[in-house]
């Protein structure tokens, strides 16, 4: 038996925002970011929507890109002083991301960490408040996901929590927040959400009810993302519908390896992070190429291609273009091939080549590799790394 849990309420459409007029509760805490949704108006209009509505309300601000344990930990404290019958947050993946986890250690404030980020541990919600999402940015999708990514900085690693009581009760996916987005970031999260509806339409629960969503999803990116990242607001606006079907079809369908693989390097070099839509569209190549040694995945890519109108007379034809068409996004958005060009050499030869091994360990552990069509073993995933390292191609 298969499972497919979406929020139960999506309200979409420019100036959707409004629909928080209607919801009902007395206290409502607010989850945001480092600042730009105050800067462009949507946090106060937000707030006076839940006041409109009768409610009182708190806000929890500054939480910051790739949110820590600790920043959940004391957001959730201060929702346990506060007592809100709705969580609301706004923004990018990160305050979304942080608020689910805030969300499970205000009703659970009896678990730690380390009980919850094992895939399908979080106990049931809801018994203290609903949570609705929604998102700034057109890539994480998290406003209609299982999923949180939360980075324990101590280790070095990005712990994506799975399961389907942190999906959000409703979305506003509002393509107006979604117009602030500068140019790089347009390209990152166009890239990410590129990279979820591929992965999750190859995934090994891929499904009926997924498949027609993560073929959507593709064909919208390679039809507007290159308008969207010049600036066409029209483009902009499909582009967060269509990061919204990717995020329906990997809830649901899981993800891969390219996932894992962001995961366990987004915060493990010395000079800084890599972003995740970055990651993602880096190595995405590489994977495909190695998955694509899997009959199943290497037609379902071949069937990717043909449905964006690629051309190729064979199967292996047909997934080389769909390889060359991402290198070719990554091209024209200005992102790098590979992790050596990224940030002009922030990450050194020598400081990838002494944790590659440690890194590839833990991809391999990651919630999401469960799901990829092959499975590497540590000598596969060090040369998986390693391609996604030099740009060069996998050849296992």
């Not at 509760?25 to 945001?32: D, L």
């Not at 509505?53 to 601000?61: F, N």
């Not at 369908?253 to 995961?263: D, E």
């Not at 390889?323 to 990224?342: A, G, H, Q, R």
Request: hydrophobic share 40%.
């Amino acid at each position: 038996m298969a499972r497919f849990t979406l929020p139960r309420d999506i309200y979409f459409g420019r100036g959707s925002l409004e629909e928080l007029k209607n919801l009902k509760g007395k206290k409502a805490v607010v989850v945001v970011g480092g600042g730009s949704m105050k800067r462009f108006g949507f946090l106060d209009k937000t707030v006076g929507y839940l006041e409109e509505a009768g409610m009182e309300v708190e806000l929890i601000e500054n939480v910051e890109p790739d949110p820590s344990v600790e920043t959940v930990f004391k957001g959730a404290e201060a929702m346990r002083k506060f007592g809100p019958d709705v969580i609301v947050s706004i923004g990018g993946g990160s305050p979304i991301d942080a608020a689910k986890a805030m969300w499970v250690f205000y009703e659970h404030p009896e678990l730690t960490f380390d009980d919850i980020k094992d895939p399908f541990t979080i106990p049931a919600l809801r018994n203290k408040a609903i949570f609705v999402a929604i998102p700034s940015t057109s890539g994480t999708a998290t406003e209609v996901t299982a999923f949180s990514v939360i980075t324990d900085y101590e280790a070095g690693i990005k712990y994506p929590l799975a399961d389907y009581n942190i999906t959000p009760d409703i979305a506003i996916v509002d393509a107006n927040i979604a117009d602030t987005m500068p140019q790089t970031l347009v390209a990152h999260t166009g890239m990410d959400a590129l990279t979820h509806a591929v992965e999750a339409y190859v995934s090994t629960v891929a499904n009926d009810f997924t498949d027609p969503l993560a073929l959507k999803a593709i064909k919208m990116v390679y039809e507007y993302l290159y308008k969207s990242f010049d600036g066409d607001s029209l483009a902009k606006e499909k582009i967060h519908y269509a990061q919204c079907l990717a995020g329906m079809a990997f809830s649901n369908a899981l993800l891969g390896i390219v996932h894992s693989i962001a995961h366990k390097t987004g915060a493990v070099f010395d000079k800084g992070h890599i972003p995740h839509g970055c990651a993602n569209a880096m190595y995405l190549p590489q994977v495909i190429r190695f998955n694509s040694k899997d009959e199943r995945a290497a037609n379902r890519y071949a069937e990717i291609a043909k449905y964006v109108g690629l051309k190729g007379e064979s199967t292996e034809e047909l997934i080389n273009a769909l390889i060359k068409s991402v290198n070719d996004c990554n091209e024209y958005l200005s992102i790098p091939t590979c992790i050596k060009d990224y940030g002009n050499g922030m990450v050194s030869e020598e400081e990838f080549l002494a944790k590659v091994d440690e890194i590839a360990i833990n991809a391999i552990a990651d919630a999401c590799t469960g799901s990829n069509p092959r499975i590497p073993n540590q000598e596969e995933m060090v040369l998986i790394l390693k391609s996604c390292y030099y740009g060069t191609p996998c050849k296992c």
